[in-house]
């Protein structure tokens, strides 16, 4: 299913009873993801150094309860200490549930990665959730894996 919004094509997923989070996470696969300013690799989604949208998506419906999305992240060049934002939203932007910038730990442009972690709750069955993370002029990094746990 897609949908267009603002002459961008936003893909939307539903997750299935089989993926309804009845286990304890689920590993999103990274190609259900949008971006504006990253590419696909093997190892991930790479930012390309211009400010702006790395990735988002996947816009699925998430049942009442405590979340944690966790976002492996490996930094391989930047001009500032923030290189980045991170928020889980819902109704296409409408709604922000955790939001944090990505600060440059020292001696953090090295090949090792960090895994961020934005803890969330739903109150009620949500449609549209998203994760969206952005990119500060200069900053390159690669998105390894987004993985979804339900508390």
Do not use: C
């Not at 893909?11 to 990274?30: A, K, Q, T, V």
């Not at 699925?60 to 490996?74: C, M, N, Q, S």
């Not at 290189?83 to 440059?104: K, M, P, Q, R, T």
């Amino acid at each position: 299913m897609h949908s267009m919004r603002d002459g961008y094509r936003i893909y939307r997923f539903d997750i299935n009873e089989n993926d309804s989070f009845e286990y304890p996470s689920h590993y999103l696969e990274l190609d259900r993801l949008n971006t504006f300013h990253a590419t696909l690799t093997p190892q991930g989604w790479v930012s390309d150094g211009s400010a702006g949208s790395v990735v988002f998506g996947p816009y699925v419906t998430l049942h009442a309860g405590y979340y944690e999305v966790d976002i492996k992240v490996r930094l391989y060049e930047n001009i500032s200490d923030v290189f980045g934002h991170a928020e889980v939203l819902a109704d296409f932007g409408a709604h922000s549930f955790y939001s944090v910038d990505l600060v440059a730990q020292e001696n953090q442009n090295q090949p090792e990665s960090s895994t961020l972690t934005l803890p969330f709750k739903l109150y009620e069955s949500t449609p549209n959730m998203q994760i969206h993370v952005t990119s500060s002029e200069g900053s390159v990094f690669i998105i390894e894996s987004v993985t979804f746990w339900r508390k």
